[in-house]
């Protein structure tokens, strides 16, 4: 009976290595977008995500560990675990098991208080470089995309230079949704006759694939866009060949665009309109902005 016991003791020990060492290989060699960061906004997420989890871990980890020592020394056949049926406090014990977590609670409180004003979404990048502005209206069920200044629109690509502070203003003209780009940052909803901010950037060059991090009817998974990033010089070529493209977007032409589709192709436009994104904004509280007057 004790060999046997001894053997399943071992088997145990055995599988929690086995399934420690496989979540550790996973986490190195799947990529994970959100614990892959490629911006400082995503940076200072990931920095404050692992703190976190692991000052938790200084209380579950043990947890765990105790709960198994404990099941294995005072089970009903150990006859060498001290018996001791009228035990019923120990303030050294009180002391661990409520001052450590209390501790811990007041450090999470205190580092998640400073980064909630931190990474304020509404917060601009502080930078030595112009920030560009890209208005963003969530669609049934694509993004659009406007760059305002640069008098460009384009559907489900989004094209920025790295290291330079990006201001999403956003907004919906669909069921409320939820612009994400894992990479770079946090997500924020995006709603009609209403405005939201994120501010953003790359560091790394390369591109990001961004979301809908909020259901929004059977074209959902569809609502999927690519964020890339380039040297300065790319981008404003990029820029260019936009504002030489074919396609035109005016009023009408963005009514026709907003009406419900899946799965829709990346496209580029010259933009006719300039005050589309406020148009969009207004045009459900102001009948009268609705007929584009």
């Known amino acids: 009976m004790t060999m046997k016991r001894g053997y399943k003791v071992l088997l145990y020990a055995l599988l929690i290595v086995a399934i420690l060492f496989l979540g550790i290989v996973?986490?190195?060699?799947?990529?994970?977008?959100?614990?892959?960061?490629?911006?400082?906004?995503?940076?200072k997420q990931s920095d404050l995500f692992w703190l976190s989890t692991n000052?938790?871990?200084?209380?579950?980890?043990?947890?765990?560990?105790?709960?198994?020592?404990?099941v294995w020394k005072y089970r009903a056949d150990n006859k060498k675990a001290e018996y001791k049926p009228d035990w019923n406090h120990s303030t050294l014990a009180e002391i661990i098991w409520w001052g450590i977590p209390c501790i811990i609670i007041v450090i999470l409180s205190v580092v998640?208080?400073?980064a909630c004003y931190d990474l304020d979404p509404f917060k601009p990048i502080v930078s030595d470089?112009?920030?560009?502005?890209?208005?963003?209206?969530?669609?049934?069920?694509?993004?659009?995309?406007?760059?305002?200044?640069?008098?460009?629109?384009?559907?489900?690509f989004?094209?920025?230079?790295?290291?330079?502070?990006?201001?999403?203003?956003?907004?919906?003209?669909?069921?409320?949704?939820?612009?994400?780009?894992?990479?770079?940052?946090?997500?924020?909803?995006?709603?009609?006759?209403m405005r939201t901010e994120l501010h953003l950037n790359a560091s790394e060059i390369g591109e990001y694939r961004g979301v809908s991090a909020n259901l929004s009817?059977?074209?959902?998974?569809?609502?999927?866009?690519?964020?890339?990033?380039?040297?300065?010089?790319?981008?404003?070529?990029?820029?260019?060949?936009?504002?030489?493209?074919?396609?035109?977007?005016?009023?009408?032409?963005?009514?026709?665009l907003a009406?419900?589709?899946?799965?829709?192709?990346?496209?580029?436009?010259?933009l006719l309109y300039p005050g589309l994104f406020d148009w969009v904004v207004m045009k459900d509280m102001m009948p009268e902005v609705s007929h584009g007057h």
């Open 259 to 270: 009406q419900p589709s899946e799965n829709n192709p990346v496209a580029y436009y010259r």
């Open 55 to 70: 000052l938790m871990l200084l209380v579950v980890i043990p947890v765990f560990i105790l709960t198994f020592v404990i």
């Open 112 to 114: 998640n208080w400073i």
């Open 129 to 156: 470089k112009k920030p560009i502005t890209i208005q963003v209206v969530a669609l049934d069920w694509k993004w659009l995309f406007i760059y305002p200044d640069q008098k460009i629109a384009t559907v489900n």
């Open 217 to 256: 009817g059977k074209g959902f998974s569809g609502m999927v866009f690519w964020t890339k990033a380039t040297s300065e010089v790319d981008f404003e070529k990029w820029i260019s060949e936009v504002q030489s493209s074919e396609q035109a977007l005016d009023l009408d032409g963005y009514k026709l």
């Open 158 to 193: 989004i094209q920025i230079p790295i290291d330079t502070p990006i201001n999403f203003v956003i907004t919906a003209d669909a069921p409320m949704n939820s612009f994400w780009i894992p990479q770079l940052g946090g997500q924020i909803f995006a709603m009609p006759a």
């Open 26 to 43: 996973y986490l190195t060699q799947v990529d994970i977008v959100v614990l892959n960061p490629k911006g400082l906004i995503g940076q």
